[in-house]
């Protein structure tokens, strides 16, 4: 009995043993990695938010917030001027909980922030998706390439849809290609849900800017 | 078995993919490009070795009654340690990856081989083991990936291959097409090893 209950003790013990050696070998490596996985997911945000803003405009990740506070509420990237430094440009991380595969994440570029009526749409680029490959995922097509080689054809490039808009003229309906007038959005082929889901994304992040750009600048201001 | 046998049997003998039928899941889930499949499956072969070579040269210190929850935490920390190199110097592979990096865990190949042999072996012989079907296992998913790739998507590698006339036959790169695809690949390797039998 004595001689059972020491082995349960022995393998108990050696349990504790190993996983504590590691744990403490697991922190090393977080410890050493971590400034590299934060380099990373800078990098990544960085070049993403690049995409979505004007040329001449660069972003400042320590600028970021949270609009309107709270749970719900957008991240903002500002961006500036290369030359000047002013404030020229918001990247906004929106999102949708209804495409096809779940939870879709964009990032949608707005210039022009003189005033709500001149704001203007530059493009999204999607960040996360879940949607049918081939089918729904055609909402990325072309985004990693320059917007100049895309044309002008919603059809072949969705992005199209959302590059360089007014936004007080978009109507942000997503409709069949052929319905489809020239201040909607044109869905994708067989892919309505995506599509859908795409231009809500971007429906949200325009109206939240346009509502609210005098506060959004002055927290976006260096 | 000598110890060239205990390195090469992986690659065909007792492939984890097409003989053991091991680590199903990953090898259906990641196979729609050969980048992921080659991520998946080195990120694979490293956990195999490193946790071979620990459960070995732990083997005479190891409770019986508390093994599998020691290798478990033995394989746990090898998984965590390729997330986290991999999230912080091969960010895309990662992302694509997502998921199944932390599945590695229950990957029942690198188990199944700290069970069923490191846990018996001397250290050297378990490294090999480990090796073999960790470079089987990525040659298991780099086959069904090229598949996949070529007829799903139309690209090898990213890269176009089949011409501008070809239509991607989808299928390939949705779940249905993992299936049909091992099948086949399955069904050729059975074939093949039969007529080897038959002549040898």
């Given at each position: 009995m004595s001689d059972k209950k020491d082995s349960n003790i022995a393998a108990v013990v050696v349990v504790v043993i190993i996983a504590t050696v590691c744990a403490a070998g697991l922190a090393f490596i977080k410890d050493l990695t971590a400034d590299a996985i934060q380099a990373a997911l800078d990098n990544e945000t960085l070049s993403a938010v690049a995409k979505v803003v004007p040329k001449n405009c660069e972003a400042d990740l320590a600028k970021q917030f949270v609009?309107?506070?709270?749970?719900?509420g957008l991240t903002f990237y500002p961006a500036y001027d290369?030359?000047?430094?002013?404030?020229?440009a918001f990247a906004v991380k929106t999102q949708d909980d209804k495409g096809y595969g779940g939870r879709l994440q964009l990032l949608a570029g707005f210039s022009h922030l003189d005033n709500p009526e001149g704001l203007v749409l530059q493009r999204v680029y999607v960040l996360t998706h879940s949607e049918t490959p081939g089918l729904g995922s055609k909402a990325t097509v072309g985004q990693d390439e320059d917007p100049d080689t895309w044309g002008d054809d919603p059809v072949k490039v969705f992005g199209v849809n959302f590059r360089m808009k007014q936004v007080k003229d978009m109507s942000f309906t997503a409709k069949k290609a052929a319905e489809a007038g020239p201040n909607d959005v044109s869905a994708i082929t067989a892919s309505t849900v995506t599509s859908r889901a795409v231009t809500n994304a971007a429906k949200k992040a325009a109206e939240l800017v346009k509502g609210n750009l005098e506060a959004l600048k002055q927290k976006g201001a260096r | 078995m000598s110890k060239l046998a205990e390195l090469t049997?992986?690659?065909?003998?007792?492939?984890?993919?097409?003989?053991?039928?091991?680590?199903m899941c990953p090898t259906l889930a990641v196979t729609t490009e050969v980048v992921s499949g080659i991520g998946m499956g080195l990120s694979a072969t490293f956990v195999l070795v490193m946790a071979n070579l620990v459960v070995s040269s732990m083997r005479n210190v190891i409770p019986a009654k508390t093994r599998l929850p020691i290798f478990i935490v033995i394989i746990a920390t090898f998984v965590t340690i390729v997330d986290l190199v991999m999230n912080a110097y091969a960010h895309d592979v990662h992302k694509s990856l997502g998921i199944f990096i932390p599945l590695i865990v229950v990957n029942c190949v690198i188990l199944g081989r700290a069970e069923a042999f490191a846990s018996k072996r001397p250290v050297f012989d378990s490294i090999l083991d480990g090796l073999g079907m960790g470079l089987g296992f990525t040659l298991g998913l780099v086959a069904l990936a090229t598949v996949r790739e070529i007829l799903g998507n139309g690209t090898w590698f990213g890269m176009?291959?089949?011409?501008?006339?070809y239509t991607p036959f989808l299928l390939f790169v949705l779940p249905p097409g993992a299936f049909i695809s091992l099948g086949f690949l399955l069904a050729g390797m059975n074939s093949i090893e039969n007529r080897r039998k038959a002549h040898g």
């Amino acid at each position: 009995m004595s001689d059972k209950k020491d082995s349960n003790i022995a393998a108990v013990v050696v349990v504790v043993i190993i996983a504590t050696v590691c744990a403490a070998g697991l922190a090393f490596i977080k410890d050493l990695t971590a400034d590299a996985i934060q380099a990373a997911l800078d990098n990544e945000t960085l070049s993403a938010v690049a995409k979505v803003v004007p040329k001449n405009c660069e972003a400042d990740l320590a600028k970021q917030f949270v609009f309107p506070e709270g749970e719900g509420g957008l991240t903002f990237y500002p961006a500036y001027d290369k030359a000047t430094g002013d404030l020229c440009a918001f990247a906004v991380k929106t999102q949708d909980d209804k495409g096809y595969g779940g939870r879709l994440q964009l990032l949608a570029g707005f210039s022009h922030l003189d005033n709500p009526e001149g704001l203007v749409l530059q493009r999204v680029y999607v960040l996360t998706h879940s949607e049918t490959p081939g089918l729904g995922s055609k909402a990325t097509v072309g985004q990693d390439e320059d917007p100049d080689t895309w044309g002008d054809d919603p059809v072949k490039v969705f992005g199209v849809n959302f590059r360089m808009k007014q936004v007080k003229d978009m109507s942000f309906t997503a409709k069949k290609a052929a319905e489809a007038g020239p201040n909607d959005v044109s869905a994708i082929t067989a892919s309505t849900v995506t599509s859908r889901a795409v231009t809500n994304a971007a429906k949200k992040a325009a109206e939240l800017v346009k509502g609210n750009l005098e506060a959004l600048k002055q927290k976006g201001a260096r | 078995m000598s110890k060239l046998a205990e390195l090469t049997k992986g690659l065909w003998k007792e492939n984890p993919v097409f003989r053991l039928l091991l680590g199903m899941c990953p090898t259906l889930a990641v196979t729609t490009e050969v980048v992921s499949g080659i991520g998946m499956g080195l990120s694979a072969t490293f956990v195999l070795v490193m946790a071979n070579l620990v459960v070995s040269s732990m083997r005479n210190v190891i409770p019986a009654k508390t093994r599998l929850p020691i290798f478990i935490v033995i394989i746990a920390t090898f998984v965590t340690i390729v997330d986290l190199v991999m999230n912080a110097y091969a960010h895309d592979v990662h992302k694509s990856l997502g998921i199944f990096i932390p599945l590695i865990v229950v990957n029942c190949v690198i188990l199944g081989r700290a069970e069923a042999f490191a846990s018996k072996r001397p250290v050297f012989d378990s490294i090999l083991d480990g090796l073999g079907m960790g470079l089987g296992f990525t040659l298991g998913l780099v086959a069904l990936a090229t598949v996949r790739e070529i007829l799903g998507n139309g690209t090898w590698f990213g890269m176009p291959v089949t011409g501008e006339g070809y239509t991607p036959f989808l299928l390939f790169v949705l779940p249905p097409g993992a299936f049909i695809s091992l099948g086949f690949l399955l069904a050729g390797m059975n074939s093949i090893e039969n007529r080897r039998k038959a002549h040898g």
